[in-house]
Each structure stands twice: as C-alpha cells, then as structure tokens.
RNA sequence: GGCGGUGUAGCUCAGCUGGUCAGAGCAGCGGAAUCAUAAUCCGCGUGUCGUAGGUUCGAGUCCUACCACCGCUACCA
C-alpha cells in the first residue's frame, strides 16, 4: 500500500509583489514533497494564491479595471516564482476558482446549520486594509500597526463563528498530538495562545463586496482567511479527475512562516473540528530570512529579490543556499555575501569540482568507462555512505532540512579526502594496482551517485546532470532500494563537462 | 507584568537524559599534492562556554538571582 503525502504552502496574498519568502515557503515544500516521491509515497503538493479582499479590490479600482481582471494579471506573477524556483506543485489553486468559491460556501453552510455560526453587532475600529478589528491599544498613534493607515470607527452586524467552543477540544488535541505543530517552541506558543482564552471570531464582512458570498445571506462576504484556510480542502475536491479528498486528507505537512501560526493552528483546525473532519497531521512553521539582523522591508531597503537571485545563481544554488544557511525553523541571516561563499566554497570547490575530478580521472585512468567494483570491495566509503544515508533521511524525516545537507555534505568532503589519500594518478602509473585503481574510480563514482540521490529534492537540476555525466539513467532516484551502495549502473560512458558551478568573481 | 526562548572560538552555529564536551564549518596562517573550476588534502584555536552564586566527587550540561537580546501574551495602576 503507498503512503499518501500532501503538502501545502500557504497562499500568498496575489496583490502583493512575491518576495523571498514565498520563495522559501515554496522551496521547503517542494524539498519534502520531491522528497516523498522519492520514497515512492503518492505526493500531491499545493500551492496557489489568495486573491479575495479589499487591498485587491481597490487596486482594482485604482486602474480601472474589475477586480477579477486584476487579480488575473497578478496571479502571474506567482506562478512564475513557482516554475522559477522549480516548484513541483500538482495544482495551483486560486480562491477565486468557481469550484473553491461553492466549496467554501458548502462548508460554512455546514457550520451555520450545525449552529456553529450566528449573526452578532459588532463596533470597534476597523483597519480596511488588514480587514481586521483592533482593540484601541494595539494601534499605534490611532493607526493600523502594520499598514500605518487610520482605523475607522465601524458597527456593523457579522457572522460569528464559535471559536470558544472549541478551547478544551484544541487543548486535548494538542496534549495528544504533540508533533501537531512543529518545532516545538510554536506548538507551546500555539497551545499556549489557546489555554489563555478563545474569542469568537466574525468570519464575514458587510462592508466589502470582492469576496464570496455568505450562502444565507449574500449582503455578507465570507472574511479572507477562512476563505483562505479552506483552500487545503477544496482544492482536493477539484484539483484532479476525480476527487481526492479520501486519499490525501488529512493533510501530511502544512507549511509556513511564523506569522501565520495562530490561523493555521486555532482557527483552523478549530473549523475541521466544526465541520467534523480530521485535523492536519503536522504544520511546520519555519522562520525569517533576515538581511543585516532585520526583517526585510522595501521601506528598509534590505530586500533580496527571488528573481533577481535565481537569476544569477541558478534555481538549484538559491534552493541550496536558502537550507543550507539558515537552520530550518528558525530565524536566520541571509546576503549575498553570504550566498557566493556558499556558492564558491561548497557548490564550486566541495561538490562541483569533485564532479568534475571524478570524471576527469575516469576518463583519463578509467578508460571513459564508468567503472565496476573490483576485487574486494572493502570500503569505508562504502560503509559512510550508509551512515550518511541513514543520517540523511532521518534527518529529513524530522523536516530537518538544514540537518540533512550537513550530513549530505560530511560525504561530499570525504570523498574528496578520499582521492587524495588514494591518489588514482599515482596508481595508474603502477601497473600492478590496476585493480586498486578501478576500485577507488569505482568508489568515487558511488559515492556520487549516492550524493546526487540524496541532492535530488534540494538541487534537482544538480542532481540529474550528476547522474547524467556518471552515465546513470536521470530518473533512477530511489531512496529505497536505489540509494544502497552498488547501485552503480557500470560501463557506461562518463561525460567531463563544464564545471557545474563556474566560480562567481566578486569585484 | 506573565509565559517561553536565546546568550559557546573573528563569523555562523553543534553540544540529548551532568563525567575526553571544550567541538564543526567558514575566515586566517603554514605545508603537501597536481586528477580537478589555483579547485583539494594536512597541520595550527590558552575560547572566563552572558554575569554572580549554589547543588555535586565532578556542570556549557542541573538550581537561584541578575544582565542583554528575541518571541508570544496581558494590562493592573
């Protein structure tokens, strides 16, 4: 029976301009749902955009056009950061779809006839652009803290749902699933949010008309992140040829940056519970990317644009980078600086150049032809390999993205320690080690191949010219059987290309 | 204010349940080698493990207080 594996990025606001982050988020999906087909689980990976709201609507308005016109043109923007950072994604969602649009309102149908949703008058200030209500002392000078903008004084009658009802049912789940949110510092944070108290939350808006209609009440639009949060359930419904909801709900893995936690882990598993479906198995929250210690900003100035960086680095370096310098999970310093260190050091000289070593001395010691294990195949590469591996996927297992590429790399530098404790080019010229120097080609190849299989969900274009230029068929990525050591297919021609890494010169 | 976290070599950080735990990578210095993208490999760190106490035969590793920074949350007066 295959394991069934869905994974989800958040969906990203489509009025605003993709940034690093969404390329992230993305990133560490894609790592994980590559990951998994490696294993040979059936993955369906989720991505899209939400595009409800007023900020949209009034964007809209400014340039004349409808809002659905306009988001239609935003949209753009998204889905090519998903194709530039090679995301893999099965569907690309849009809340504006019809079919999520009539999900949504069976949904919150559901809840209102359980009696999970009532109608209730409710004033305070109200920030249009966050459509969000604040308590007097949040604002900063009478402004909306995170827009600047000022709050209106509104009444205004909504459906609330009873999120209070659903305090001690949170609580138990939590205290039973304690790998529901992980790292665990955010599943405190969460329960923690919980056990202090939950509010009902209104979940429409009167005021605003680009959103989905209320089903019983089409003065009322449905608030944009219930609208937003459902987006993992319906998608399933119409995503493929038929629905899919039984195979791949519960969702594996819901992934996303820190800001988001509270909806994912109390509002939203607080609707499931409403509605009577199974909760998410995990949500990973992950943290910043921070340039000079500080949250990037366009008005600080300290932005990195995704575009810009896949551009010049390639999709698989900028992937590479954005693991292997900042631990998963947490908060962590990016620069440029930073990425061509990262880029010179350890893709140019530790990886790339092994590649390119490798194939040279198969070429020049080895006869062009990829080599087979001779006499005794005594090896403690053979046997890193498999610690390696082992360490590997555990690590990945755990989400521990930043954790496996340490460990994937503990083979890279052995292997290049390897060549030089053997030397082939002194072995070739003894012609009575020519067995040893098959071998030790031989090992080097391996321990390659095994490298690029464990590469393949973080650099998956990497991966495959490894492959390719070791004379192995591309698409050989099993990480169950394939990654055993001795899966080298033998005899092949290796190909001495180009570096995969031309070295960046920085004035 | 409450809760939680962090503070270890110049830089980024590993160090789980106390006893080679004083480490890794990068940067720097010296050397070897030449298959390779002058790429690699080897050697070199006397660090008050935030501060001050305490528990213990023994503490980055546990306890207390304090300092700094961060996150969530609250708001008495």
């Not at 790592?31 to 294993?39: D, F, K, P, S, V």
């Not at 790292?183 to 108290?197: K, M, V």
């Not at 009577?276 to 008005?299: A, C, D, I, R, W």
């Not at 010049?312 to 954005?322: I, L, N, T, V």
């Amino acid at each position: 029976m295959t394991n069934h594996f869905y994974i989800t990025t958040p969906i990203y606001y489509v009025n605003d301009v993709p940034h690093i982050g969404n390329a992230y988020t993305t990133i560490a999906a894609d790592i994980l749902a590559r990951y998994h087909r490696q294993l040979g689980d059936d993955v369906f990976f989720l991505t899209g955009t939400d595009e409800h709201g007023n900020p949209a609507a009034r964007a809209a308005e400014r340039r004349g056009l409808s809002p659905l016109e306009h988001v239609n043109e935003m949209v753009k923007r998204f889905q090519e950061l998903a194709r530039r950072v090679n995301a893999s994604n099965d569907f690309f969602i849009r809340t504006t779809d019809p079919e999520h649009e009539r999900s949504v309102q069976k949904f919150l149908g559901k809840l209102y006839d359980r009696g999970d949703i009532y109608l209730k008058s409710y004033r305070g200030l109200y920030c249009p652009a966050c459509e969000a209500f604040y308590a007097p002392k949040d604002l900063l000078e009478g402004k909306c803290p995170d827009h600047g903008t000022v709050c209106d004084e509104v009444e205004e009658e909504n459906y609330f749902f009873r999120l209070s009802a659903y305090q001690s049912k949170l609580i138990e789940h939590f205290d039973k699933h304690p790998e529901f949110v992980k790292p665990q510092s955010r599943f405190n944070e969460a329960r923690s949010f919980i056990t202090g108290g939950l509010e009902d939350i209104s979940i429409s808006r009167a005021t605003l008309k680009w959103g989905i209609p209320i089903p019983w009440d089409e003065s009322q639009v449905v608030y944009v992140w219930v609208d937003a949060l459902l987006n993992y359930l319906s998608a399933l419904e119409y995503a493929g040829d038929h629905d899919l909801t039984p195979e791949f709900w519960p969702a594996s893995y819901h992934m996303m940056a820190k800001d988001i936690l509270k909806f994912h882990a109390v509002i939203w598993p607080a609707l499931l519970m409403a509605a009577g479906n199974k909760l998410p198995e995990h949500l990973f929250v992950h943290g910043y990317l921070l340039m000079g210690g500080q949250k990037m900003s366009k008005t600080r100035g300290n932005v990195l644009d995704p575009f810009d960086i896949i551009n010049r680095y390639g999709a698989d370096a900028f992937r590479f980078y954005c693991f292997r310098e900042v631990t998963f999970g947490q908060d962590g310093v990016v620069s440029i600086e930073g990425l061509d260190a990262r880029y010179n050091t350890e893709l140019a000289n530790d990886l790339g150049n092994l590649v390119s070593r490798t194939t040279a001395m198969i070429e020049k010691f080895g006869g062009g032809l990829v080599p087979a294990a001779t006499g005794s195949s005594e090896s403690d590469i053979a046997s890193l390999a498999g610690f390696v591996t082992t360490d590997a996927t555990a690590a990945m297992s755990r989400v521990d993205l930043t954790g496996a590429l340490e460990k994937i790399w503990v083979l890279v530098r052995r292997l290049n320690k390897y060549i030089e404790d053997e030397a082939p080019w002194k072995l070739a010229k003894d012609k009575t080690a020519a067995n040893r120097l098959e071998l030790v080609l031989y090992n080097l190849a391996e321990g390659l191949r095994i490298c690029a299989l464990l590469l393949q969900s973080f650099m998956p274009e990497t991966s495959a010219e490894i492959l390719r230029r070791l004379g192995q068929a591309t698409k050989a990525g099993g990480l169950r059987q394939g990654i055993l050591w001795g899966g080298l297919k033998t005899g092949g021609r290796v190909i001495a290309g180009e570096p995969l890494f031309p070295k960046i010169e920085r004035s």
